[in-house]
């Protein structure tokens, strides 16, 4: 038997701590990482194996042609940030953008939030020059605090118990919301906050919203009983996170008493970062147990062979739904670099999600040093990823967005034009620039008239 196969002899959620593992913040007692760790180990999980298996069974049917995937959320998220009001936002705006995609491309769309659990970063340098002060680069609240001093950056375990709690809070604030009449389509005018409906494209979803509303009068006036259809009043909603961190991760893997399978239970799907996606790495030996479906961002240096590598590795018998390949080649760069891989792993015989992240390759510095991105080439990136899939016969099954409910000035352009000038004004992200919510709206309109172009 491979050195690489997955058996209860071989894998366990210890395991990956015989490989290097990439990007782990360094404790500085052991003792205190132990016990956070053995606390984790004896709290409820977050998500249920069998919801991860919903979830498999979802993304099976993107892979199918018969839905479509809406992953999105903050970058990080903060432990100074867990209100009401800011997590109910974040929904409203992703049940706006699933109506818009829904309704323009006759499709369900498989929601799946970056949120209760995103709290760690990977970082491509050590360091970070905050002002004049050269500082530990922030790696997010589950690890360190985010002030620029250097005894807010030491690594504090009990963070860790810290992230679990927030997420559990989260978590069950998104299920009485989308199980408990807030997400009812009776309310798809409620969804539209203030910020949002005087703009025009918060004029046009107040258009469809009519439509909608309409189209459900129409299904009662034929004798469609709409109260009893349980899916018109509540809507099936995943977490997700990079599965970054992993004493936390293991600290919440458990065997599911239903089948004997290994699940991460601190959310439905996770995703292994650009930076930890190396095969003999530990991030991937940790997925490789966990029967989640699992993500892998691909930039651009990922070959075709890493590609069907990681799928093997992965997904060895090949089930439909486990593996969402997340691509993030850049703007400029997708047309290329993108179908190499999308032939090796169709070739393979692979079923995969294939999903675009039009965020990470495309982050650029004003002459200010604002970190930002923009709205034309997020746009112009899944744009490239459409084009690139229908050419190589693959179908795009979905997209990978960092935004916010909030009115922020992260990110530049769209429909109502954040200049330069304006990006001091909200700019609260504590990582990457989000797409606020007008301009997530505005994508979403987008990319339905796009999905509308798909070659039949
Ligand atoms: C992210 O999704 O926030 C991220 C860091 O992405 P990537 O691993 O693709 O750089
Ligand atoms: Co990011």
């Known amino acids: ?34 016990a956070a760790l053995a606390r984790l180990k004896a709290s409820p999980p977050l998500v249920f194996a069998g919801e991860a298996r919903d979830l498999r069974d979802g993304l099976a049917r993107v892979i199918e042609g018969q839905a479509f995937l809406l992953q999105a959320g903050d970058c990080v998220e903060s432990f100074n940030e867990l209100s009401t009001i800011r997590i109910r936002e974040k929904l409203k705006i992703l049940l706006q ?61 009990s963070r860790m118990v810290e992230g679990y709690n927030q997420s559990a809070a989260t978590l069950n604030l998104l299920r009485a919301f989308t199980k408990g009449g807030y997400a009812d389509l009776t309310q ?10 005087s703009s025009p494209q918060g ?46 991760e ?16 601190s959310a439905h799907l996770l995703w292994i970062g650009e930076r930890t996606r190396r095969l003999d790495g530990a991030h991937v030996e940790f997925f490789a147990g966990v029967h989640n479906p699992i993500g892998i961002k691909l930039g651009p240096t990922a070959t075709a062979a890493e590609a069907v590598e990681l799928c093997e590795r992965l997904n060895p018998t090949r089930i439909p739904g486990r593996l969402t390949l997340v691509a993030r080649m850049g703007a400029g760069e997708v047309e290329e670099l993108l179908p190499p891989l999308l032939h090796a792993v169709r070739d393979e015989g692979h079923p995969v999600v294939w999903a675009c992240d039009p965020m990470h390759a495309n982050t650029i510095r004003t002459d200010g040093g604002i970190k930002t991105r923009r709205f034309d080439s997020v746009m112009g990136e899944i744009e490239g990823f459409f084009a690139a899939c229908w050419e190589s016969g ?38 990457d620039p989000r797409l606020n919510g007008r301009q997530s709206l505005d994508l979403a309109f987008r990319l339905a008239e796009l999905m509308q172009r798909a070659p039949r």
């Not at 798809?188 to 409906?197: G, I, M």
Request: charged share 25%.
């Open 1 to 34: 038997m491979g050195e690489m196969t997955v058996t209860p002899q071989t894998w366990s959620p210890e395991s990956w701590r015989e490989r290097v593992a990439l990007q782990q913040p360094e404790w500085p007692d052991a003792t205190a990482a132990a």
């Open 97 to 157: 953008m699933s109506a818009v995609l829904t309704y323009g491309a006759t499709l369900p769309i498989v929601k799946v939030g970056r949120i209760a659990g995103q709290f760690t970063k990977p970082r491509s340098n050590a360091l970070e020059r905050i002002g004049n002060l050269e500082l530990p680069s922030f790696r997010g609240h589950m690890v360190h605090g985010d002030e620029p001093n250097p005894e807010a950056r030491i690594p504090d375990p």
């Open 188 to 197: 798809v005018h409620a969804w539209n906050q203030e910020f949002v409906a």
């Open 203 to 248: 004029q046009r979803y107040e258009r469809l919203a009519d439509d909608i509303e309409r189209a459900l009068r129409f299904m009662a006036a034929c004798g469609i009983d709409l109260v009893a259809e349980r899916r018109l009043h509540e809507v099936d909603f995943f977490t997700s996170h990079e599965g970054l961190l992993l004493d936390y």
């Open 250 to 265: 293991e600290g919440l893997t458990r065997r599911d008493s239903l089948t004997g399978d290994w699940y991460d239970c």
């Open 394 to 431: 693959v179908r795009p099954g979905g997209v990978h967005l960092e935004f916010t409910g909030e009115d922020v000035t992260e990110c530049l352009g769209g429909a109502d034009d954040v200049l330069e000038e304006h990006l001091s004004s909200r700019y609260e992200t504590l990582c």
